[in-house]
């Protein structure tokens, strides 16, 4: 087996600067509702937010090995995401990572688990997603991968996927569909533009979607009186 894939695909930094700009739930609706990673993971301080491609990582329950020996090899701007085996009561991330992520110019953390020394980690502006927090220690005796595909919050992500987080929660966009989907984002973003000037004029919402016909084909009823 090998362990550790050295070299991934990238995507162009002009689409993670496009991404950048966007709010995560208007990419999750461009991208036909895919990609949507568990709500559950959240950032560690509110108003997070996080943009870049992919470098996935493996780490066996309780073990951060491969997250030492990931966040050695990655590249200024990459994500680390982080699959730790459904074993959230450990925390596998801390403020010392977090020093030596920022002195690399990674792009952020993703990880499907849990971290630690969570005042510092909000204090220090260094991107980081997760489940929650929780001081149990780590052990460093187990090989995991690095740079496999995997599934993060219920998502495949494969190495060089664009990671989106905001305060909404997460998306993951495909590298080989990052140009489609940019290009529905901003039609999307056009066309909410539009709706809001409308309901500005007092027009409602069932109007704009409308609903009245849907609401008639459900069935509903409606009178003076009950």
Request: net charge neutral; hydrophobic share 40%.
């Amino acid at each position: 087996m090998i362990h550790v894939i050295t070299q991934i695909k990238r995507p162009p930094q002009e689409a993670i600067t496009n991404f950048s700009k966007m709010a995560v739930a208007t990419v999750y609706e461009a991208s036909g509702r895919l990609g949507q990673v568990d709500h559950r993971i959240k950032p560690v301080r509110s108003g997070g937010k996080v943009c870049g491609p992919a470098f996935t990582v493996e780490c066996h329950p309780k073990d951060n090995l491969m997250l030492h020996k990931a966040l050695a090899m990655a590249s200024p701007g990459d994500v680390l995401v982080v699959n730790t085996g459904g074993h959230l009561h450990a925390g596998y991330w801390g403020d010392l990572m977090t020093t030596s992520a920022l002195a690399r110019q990674l792009g952020g953390l993703a990880i499907d688990g849990c971290v630690r020394d969570s005042e510092e980690l909000a204090q220090s502006g260094f991107p980081v997603f997760c489940r929650g927090f929780c001081i149990t220690g780590t052990t460093k005796n187990s090989l995991g991968r690095i740079n496999h595909p995997i599934i993060f919050g219920g998502t495949m992500v494969h190495p060089g996927d664009i990671v989106l987080g905001d305060d909404d929660g997460m998306v993951v966009v495909a590298r080989t569909q990052a140009d489609e989907i940019y290009a529905n984002t901003l039609k999307r973003v056009d066309n909410e533009i539009q709706k809001a000037e409308t309901l500005k004029k007092g027009v409602t919402s069932v109007e704009t979607g409308n609903l009245d016909r849907v609401l008639e084909t459900l069935g509903m009823r409606q009178d003076d009186k009950l």
